[in-house]
Every structure is written in C-alpha cells, then in structure tokens.
C-alpha cells in the first residue's frame, strides 16, 4: 500500500465515523415514519428517545443498526427531520351537559308527589303529624346532599363500581339516620303510626330520589311513583271518599318500598 494511499484513508477515518447523511438510505426515514406521531407531538429531543428506548432500542443497537453514537443522538436526527405539528385531541362529549328532556323529567318526579299530600290528608292532620314530615323531610334532604356529594366526588374518579359501593352504604346509613329521627319524634309527639311510616316513606323517597340522580338513573322514579300518583289521583278523582281514605294511606306510604 502506497504512502499516499494510507494517506488518504486516514483522512478519510473521521468522516466513515459520522451518521449518515439525512438524504442518504440509512433507515432514520422509516424509523421516522414509524414514529411520526411522536416525533409531530415531541416539544424536545428527549421525548423522541424515550419513545424509541421504550420501543426497545439502546445505544448498541443504534450504533449497529443506523450508525449513530446513542439513542439521543438519533432522536436529535428525528426531531430535526419531522417538523413538530402537534394534532389535536379529539373533542370529548361534556359529560354534565343535559339535553331540555333531563331538567323537564326532574320537574315532573320533584312534582309528582304532591299528588300524595292532599290524598293522605286525613292520616296527616295534626301538630303531632306536621312535625313528623317536617322532620322527615329535614333528616333526608341533609342526608341526601351528603349522600349525592360522596356520589358524585367518586363518579368523578371514574370508578363506576366505587360509586355503587358508596351510594349503596351511604342510602343504608342514611336511612337508618332518618327513621331514628322520626322514632325519636314520634316518641316526643305522640304522632300516629300512619304518620310515621308516611314520613319514613317520603325519607325514603328522597333518598332514592338522590341515588338514582346521582346515576342518571331517574327514569326509574317513575316506576317507583307510579303506584302512589294513580292511588292519590284516583282518590282526589272520587271525591276523596272516606271508605278509601286507609287503603290510599298504605299505599302512598308503602310507594318507596
């Protein structure tokens, strides 16, 4: 080998040492394409070498496969090739968001039970009575707020079957609270057994009525008013007859079961 032949070559060492050049077939354009979203989405290098080090590249396998010295080297190369244009996210259906018919359906199922209250008018004349529902309606309505803010802070995490768990033990306690409060009232005011158990019956009432909001299931309360708005309308329709006044108790106070 001449001496200027081996000058040549050791002139020439530097550069074989270097990456390919960008426009040459070295295999970064197809890792580029492969990584395209990444590379369009990364605001730095550093993104790009973690994704090709996850991918399951190192160091050696960059040297031996694309020529170049380390995987930050190479997503230096990507992130310089793939301009950065970041897409979008898609936009996600607001989840809070209710149509007319939802706020429509609400007003009809917190106006429905009025029908019970002129037709069990006679089982809850009274002080005594009064009291009893005042108290009732307390009770529940505090227990509920506290019932659907634990409901809606777990459905917010996204945990379906955890928001079931808590309404479902949260309904319980909550229940529990309420007749104790009215057996303690009916105990300091002497009020009627009908009174109590359609006191308890519309506590449970709202209880439910705030579990099955808080799932989105309120179409159900239909169903569950259905027996006591067609025995109140249909006492209210025959004159309130007094025949009828005990059954048309029973069943308006035995409705939310």
């Given amino acids: 080998m001449s001496a200027g032949t081996l000058s040549g070559l050791q002139q ?26 990444v590379c369009r989405s990364a605001s730095d290098a550093l993104e790009i070498a973690a994704a090709l080090e996850f991918d399951g590249l190192n160091d050696q396998a960059v040297q031996a496969k694309y020529g170049y010295p380390d995987v930050f080297d190479l997503a230096e190369e990507m992130h310089r090739r793939v301009p950065v244009d970041p897409a ?36 809850l004349s009274g002080t005594a009575s009064i009291t009893v529902l005042l108290v009732s309606m307390l009770a529940s309505w505090s ?23 808590t309404l479902r033990h949260g309904f ?20 009627r057994t009908t009174a109590l158990l359609f006191g308890f019956g519309q506590g449970l009432y709202l209880l439910c009525a705030t579990v099955l909001m808080v799932l989105r299931a309120e179409r159900l309360l239909l169903l569950v008013l259905a027996p006591g708005c067609l025995a ?3 006492f209210l ?13 029973w069943v308006l106070a035995v409705t939310p079961l």
Avoid: N
């Avoid at 074989?16 to 580029?32: F, M, R, W, Y």
């Fill in 12 to 37: 020439a060492a530097p550069f074989l040492d270097q990456p390919g050049h960008p426009d040459q077939p070295d295999g970064v354009a197809e890792l580029c394409d492969q990584f395209a979203d």
């Fill in 172 to 191: 319980a306690a909550a229940a529990l609270g309420v007749g104790v409060a009215l057996a303690i009232t009916g105990l300091l005011t002497g009020a």
């Fill in 232 to 234: 109140g309308a249909g």
């Fill in 237 to 249: 329709a025959l004159g309130r007859p007094a025949a009828l006044a005990p059954a048309a108790g």
């Fill in 88 to 123: 979008e996210p898609p936009a996600e259906a607001d989840p809070w968001r209710l149509g007319p018919a939802g706020p429509a359906l609400h007003g009809l199922i917190y106006s429905l039970p009025a029908l019970f209250f002129p037709a069990a008018a006679g089982l």
């Fill in 143 to 165: 227990a509920g707020q506290g019932l659907a803010y634990l409901g809606y802070l777990r459905l917010g995490r996204g945990d379906a079957a955890a928001t079931k768990r």
